[in-house]
């Protein structure tokens, strides 16, 4: 049974500015009825929006938000579970939405509009009294984050109705309500990075649309913002492009494996056609997430030649060389003939399919982990590029393949801010440029450089603070990951509390930069059931699953991301840390149940354990 003395304030991640619970007995009812409806019933509304300024898609997307959580949540009770007594409102209008103005009018208008969620138009503050809910946000995003908010202060009830004059369909059968206690409360709140994001990787392992759904509505739940879709790999290339359709014919299933010993079901289709794209772009924006699309490029491209074999780079030996028990057969970031006029011509397809299928004003092309040591080995290759470009350097291909790349990202991509991983800056750096061993065109890559090195493109941190410098001097955006991964390979924050406070001092001095965009979780190598033998940091072999390794720690991450950081640390006793880890504990445990049912692994960790070792 549940009991008044039990707390259900529990607000995940904790608000970033203030909240304030108070201590009245006395609770509060939302009706379901209304929700479920999203229309006037008896006078009521349940999200009453104040001003002209709401968009009618806006507040369509809002009602269907909300009642996608009171159908979602599957932290129910049922009445006779429940041993308090509840007001009821009927006679006032519920929830009243009103607009405000972003936090900051250049941050406004970077926000495309307000199209995409971006920290600066996340912001919302809830009143809840005796006599109403009043609810003020700068864009649908805040408001989303309120009903998430309005979901942990309260706790959704299973009634059964005989009439049917409470159920959706008329007929007699179970409706739910959400019940607020501990009146009155209010809180202001606002992300502390406007962009938290999680990396997924089908290009390793094919994750089903409707499991990459159940992702969205679990970061969602964590008040992240941005899901990074690392969709093709050295493995696969599951995505539809209908103009050169042997990508994903041949490409998609050529290995089926990530790691040795997994038990993967193999399947003619597992790509994505045009159809699942749009539904989980779509999705992801009913519940406030970006999805930022990566196709990477010019290296982990081993899956596009076994379409097309001219697209890469021959060199079996170096493969062969590169085989190991984690990344098994000829599968180490094989990278595109650069050299080749006919790989141009597929990326532009590929880019047309893109910009169609994704409208975030984000796109990924990598950059990362280029190999030299396989271009040196294919010498057509190596031929080609002496006699059509003056290049004899492999190490050059790199810088060629950008200046090469740049008018079809112009020409195919022309609203769209372009993401590399900072590997970039190791290959085409200020030494390599000055050292370019070619005729007549040293000025024209230089300037190309330049051109990628610039507050219109982004790089993504992964490997550690040493770029900062550059970026910091070059006035270059960034998103940081290091110390965010969260796969076998790496396992950056094996625990809880080093999740949670790992990274706090860097991140604080990228703040003051201007130039830290947010923040990015990665969980390369996932597979969803269980069924993946991985090797640990200590050697070991564990079967590990994505949920068992992925929640438990992005429930801290999320917290990094969302609240107010904690760079006094060092400054505070062990006995006031030990306080905040406790506290946050308390009500990641909550979270943690919740999201459990929410993605149907229930049991994929033990809460009581959460503060050890996350497997």
């Known amino acids: 049974m549940l009991n008044e003395s039990e707390n259900y304030n529990y607000i995940f991640p904790k608000p970033k500015s203030s909240y304030f619970v108070g201590t009245n007995s006395e609770n509060l009812q939302i009706p379901g009825t209304e929700v479920r409806a999203s229309i006037v019933i008896d006078g009521l509304t349940v999200l009453d929006f104040k001003d002209k300024e709401w968009r009618k898609a806006d507040k369509d997307l809002s009602k269907n938000f909300y009642k996608m959580l009171l159908e979602k949540i599957p932290m129910t009770y049922k009445k006779s579970e429940i041993s308090l007594d ?79 004059s409470h159920t959706p369909d008329g007929k007699p059968g179970e409706y739910k309500k959400l019940h607020l206690k501990n009146l009155p409360f209010n809180i202001n709140d606002r992300p502390r990075l406007n962009f938290r994001s999680l990396l997924i990787d089908s290009g390793r392992y094919y994750l089903e649309p409707e499991y990459i759904k159940s992702i969205i509505f679990t970061m969602s739940l964590l008040k992240m913002n941005a899901l990074h879709w690392h969709i093709t790999d050295d493995q696969s290339f599951p995505i539809e492009i209908k103009e050169y359709p042997r990508l994903q014919e041949k490409g998609a299933n050529h290995l089926g494996y990530i790691h040795n010993n997994i038990k993967y079901k193999k399947n003619k289709n597992n790509y994505y056609k045009e159809s699942d794209v749009k539904d989980i772009v779509q999705f992801a924006k009913s519940v406030g997430i970006r999805v930022i699309p990566e196709i990477d490029i010019p290296a982990h491209t081993l899956s596009w030649g076994k379409g097309y074999n001219n697209l890469t780079t021959q060199c079996p030996k170096f493969l062969e060389k590169k085989y190991n028990e984690i ?64 290049i004899l350097d492999t190490s050059q291909y790199l810088i060629f393949f950008f200046n090469r790349l740049k008018p079809i990202i112009e020409s195919k991509l022309p609203k769209k801010r372009i993401i590399f991983w900072e590997d970039v800056m190791d290959n085409i750096g200020d030494d390599e440029i000055n050292s370019l061993k070619t005729i007549n065109n040293k000025d024209k890559i230089s300037k190309s450089f330049q051109n990628i090195l610039n507050h219109n493109n982004i790089f993504q941190v992964w490997r550690g603070p040493n770029q900062f410098n550059t970026l ?144």
């Open 472 to 615: 910091k001097t070059t006035k270059t955006p960034f998103i940081y990951s290091f110390g965010n991964y969260l796969d076998p390979s790496y396992q950056s924050c094996n625990k809880f509390t080093n999740c949670l406070f790992d990274q706090e001092n860097e991140i604080s001095t990228y703040q003051k930069s201007k130039l830290l965009i947010g923040m990015e979780a990665c969980a390369w190598e996932m597979v969803p059931n269980g069924d993946v033998y991985s090797v640990e940091k200590d050697g070991s072999k564990q079967e590990r699953s994505f949920n068992q390794r992925l929640w438990p720690r992005l429930l801290a991450i999320s917290e990094k991301m969302w609240s107010e950081g904690k760079p006094y640390l060092d400054l505070i006793s062990e006995k006031e840390k030990e306080i905040i880890v406790q506290n946050t504990i308390k009500r990641g445990k909550k979270m943690l149940k919740l999201l459990d049912k929410t993605i149907k692994n229930h049991n994929l960790v033990d809460s009581d354990k959460i503060i050890g070792d996350l497997y």
């Open 327 to 390: 990344n098994g057969k000829y599968t180490y970031s094989l990278p595109l003939d650069v050299s080749n006029e006919f790989v141009y011509t597929v990326i532009g397809a590929i880019f047309d399919e893109l910009n169609d299928l994704f409208p975030d004003p984000y796109i990924h092309i990598g950059g990362d982990e280029v190999q030299k040591e396989c271009w040196d080995e294919d010498m057509e290759q190596k031929k080609r590029m002496v006699q059509d470009h003056n």
């Open 86 to 164: 509840f007001h009821e409102i009927i006679t006032k209008k519920t929830v009243s939405i009103y607009k405000t103005p972003t936090l900051s009018r250049f941050e406004y208008e970077a926000t495309y509009n307000n199209t995409v969620p971006f920290g600066y138009n996340e912001n919302y503050e809830i009143y809840a009294s005796f006599d109403d809910i009043k609810i003020f946000c700068s864009s649908v995003f805040g408001l989303m984050h309120a009903l998430k908010s309005l979901f942990q202060a309260g706790y959704v009830v299973v009634y059964y109705d005989q009439s049917g």
